[in-house]
């Protein structure tokens, strides 16, 4: 074979590679597209069937219970452990560089913020996406591959109204109560640190937190708590009622729950910060 012969196999198999790789990537693309488009009809569907059934006086209160108090037991102890580092690392961080700029009177402001406005949001999605998600995306895909599912729409049962509109009240209930405490223990621990390591006075903490953070701050991460966890609980569904083929598929709908979850209130998380900061810039109050 030739020189010019190789090189135009070569050249070939390299573009062919090329073609697959896009390919490849554009079929991924669509893929998620289409998830994230399903997963938001199912939202879509739930919200319409629960206002339907609140009006009609209807809702499963008991079932929205039994799941929120679930969720609870799974995320409480995980929200305490991670918001007590939180703080802490917050608190030393911020504290350092402030020490450095000679304002320790900021600490209080700067942790106390970065907790409220980042930090516990997305330690919420977090856990109600690691824990929350990868339960609720297992249960629902064990009983769609032992065709639980499949038997309710027989019966004429709507799996929606009857699985999945109890989880995304019980996610939307537990999501604002997640956030609280974490900011509760984040704030603490951040204090206890600043007090007896930085040498910051009690006073002066709650002076400069209480100047920078508002009562809007505290609202608008209510809010994003709320928005992660109706995004995680409705791509938990999708993916829990979409398992297929046995065991390992109900595994592969908790990992993709789990991974598509995260990432997506990361992107969002992202989105909303610019907005915020947009309209709502950092201010006395």
């Known amino acids: 074979m030739s020189t010019v012969e190789k090189f135009e196999r070569a050249e070939t198999t390299e573009l062919s590679g090329t073609q697959i790789l896009r390919r490849n990537f554009g079929e991924t693309v ?12 199912i939202g879509s569907d739930a919200l319409r069937v629960g206002s339907g059934d609140i009006l009609r006086m209807r809702f499963p209160v008991h079932e929205t ?8 037991r799974v995320t409480a102890l995980p929200s305490v452990l991670m918001a007590i580092p939180f703080g802490v690392i917050v608190s030393a ?5 402030v020490s450095q700029l000679g304002a320790d009177s900021m600490i209080g402001a700067a942790g106390g913020l970065g907790v409220i406005k980042q930090g516990a949001p997305l330690a919420t999605a977090m856990l109600l996406g690691g824990a929350g ?9 064990a009983r769609t591959i032992r065709e639980e599912v499949d038997a309710m729409r027989v019966m004429g049962v709507d799996p929606v109204q009857r699985l999945v509109v109890p989880r995304i009240a019980a996610m939307m209930l537990v999501a604002p109560l997640l956030n609280t405490l974490i900011i509760f223990i984040g704030i603490a621990s951040g204090f206890a640190v600043a007090v007896t390591a930085l040498g910051v006075t009690p006073g002066s903490y709650w002076q ?5 953070t508002a009562p809007i701050d505290i609202w608008v991460s209510l809010i994003k708590s709320l928005i992660f966890g109706f995004l995680v609980v409705v791509i938990a569904c999708q993916r829990g009622l979409e398992a297929k083929g046995g065991p390992r598929g109900v595994a592969d709908g908790v990992n993709a729950a789990v991974v598509m979850s995260i990432a997506s209130v990361t992107v969002l998380n992202t989105a909303i910060t ?11 109050a």
């Open 30 to 41: 669509l893929s998620s597209l289409g998830t994230m488009g399903r997963s938001l009809r």
């Open 65 to 72: 219970l039994t799941q929120a108090w679930f969720l609870i």
């Open 93 to 97: 961080q911020v504290g350092n560089i």
């Open 133 to 141: 998600a990868a339960a609720i995306a297992a249960d629902l895909g």
């Open 208 to 212: 400069s937190f209480g100047s920078f």
């Open 274 to 284: 610019q907005v915020v900061t947009m309209f709502i810039p950092v201010r006395m």
